[in-house]
T-cell receptor
C-alpha cells in the first residue's frame, strides 16, 4: 500500500530534550515536506526537500532541522524543543502539485 | 510571503444544500490544490488545477481556477453529511521554488 508513515504519532516531552520525528514514504517520491498545523494559523511549511541531499526552508524553519540522506526518509529534528513548538506535525511526499500526507504527529512540549 | 485567504471560515448547512468556498490571494500561483482533512488525519488531495480559467468536476464537487491564477473556488452541489470536514486550498509559488502555501481552511458541517 502506498503511504507516508510518521513516528511517533503522539509525543509529550520537556523543554530542551532533543527529539526526532521520523517520516518514510514508499512511493519513490523525490519531493518531501514537513508542516505544522496550529489552530487559527493553518498548515505552515517548515522544510521541504526536492531530492536526496537537497533541502530548503519553508515559512517557519526556526528551531527545526531536517536531513535527506535517503530518498524514502525525511526526519524532522528538534534540537532543543520549546513550548511554542507544541503542534500537530505532518510529513508529506509527492510534488508541489500534489502531496500525500502522513497521519500526523501530535507533539506537546512542557 | 504569499497568502491564501479562504472564506467562509465556518459553514454549517443542511443535507441537500449547495455551497461555495472561496480561496483568494493577491499573488499569482502556478497551480492551486484543494484538500479535505478529517479529524485526526492528514489532508487528502481532491484536485489540482493548473490553467487559468480551468474547471474540474469530481462528482458533486466543482473546482475553478481564476483566469488570473490568483483565486479558486470549490462548489458542492447537494451536500451530504459525508462532505463534512476541513477544506484547504494550497498554492504552488510562481517564483520557481517548490514551496506550497496553504489557506486558512473552511470547516464544513453538513447535518442530516
Amino acid at each position: 500500500e502506498a503511504q507516508v508513515t510518521q513516528n511517533p504519532r503522539y509525543l509529550i516531552t520537556v523543554t530542551g530534550k532533543k527529539l526526532t520525528v521520523t517520516c518514510s514514504q514508499n512511493m519513490n517520491h523525490e519531493y518531501m515536506s514537513w508542516y505544522r498545523q496550529d489552530p487559527g494559523l493553518g498548515l505552515r511549511q517548515i522544510y521541504y526537500s526536492m531530492n536526496v541531499e537537497v533541502t530548503d526552508k519553508g515559512d517557519v524553519p526556526e528551531g527545526y532541522k531536517v536531513s535527506r540522506k535517503e530518498k524514502r526518509n525525511f526526519p524532522l529534528i528538534l534540537e532543543s524543543p520549546s513550548p511554542n513548538q507544541t503542534s500537530l506535525y505532518f510529513c508529506a511526499s509527492g510534488s508541489s502539485y500534489e502531496q500525500y500526507f502522513g497521519p500526523g504527529t501530535r507533539l506537546t512540549v512542557t | 510571503t504569499q497568502l491564501l485567504e479562504q472564506s467562509p471560515q465556518f459553514l454549517s448547512i443542511q443535507e441537500g444544500e449547495n455551497l461555495t468556498v472561496y480561496c483568494n490571494s493577491s499573488s499569482v500561483f502556478s497551480s492551486l490544490q484543494w484538500y479535505r482533512q478529517e479529524p485526526g488525519e492528514g489532508p487528502v488531495l481532491l484536485v489540482t488545477v493548473v490553467t487559468g480559467g480551468e474547471v474540474k468536476k469530481l462528482k458533486r464537487l466543482t473546482f475553478q481556477f481564476g483566469d488570473a491564477r490568483k483565486d479558486s473556488s470549490l462548489h458542492i452541489t447537494a451536500a451530504q453529511p459525508g462532505d463534512t470536514g476541513l477544506y484547504l486550498c494550497a498554492g504552488t509559488s510562481n517564483t520557481g521554488f517548490q514551496k506550497l502555501v496553504f489557506g486558512t481552511g473552511t470547516r464544513l458541517l453538513v447535518s442530516p
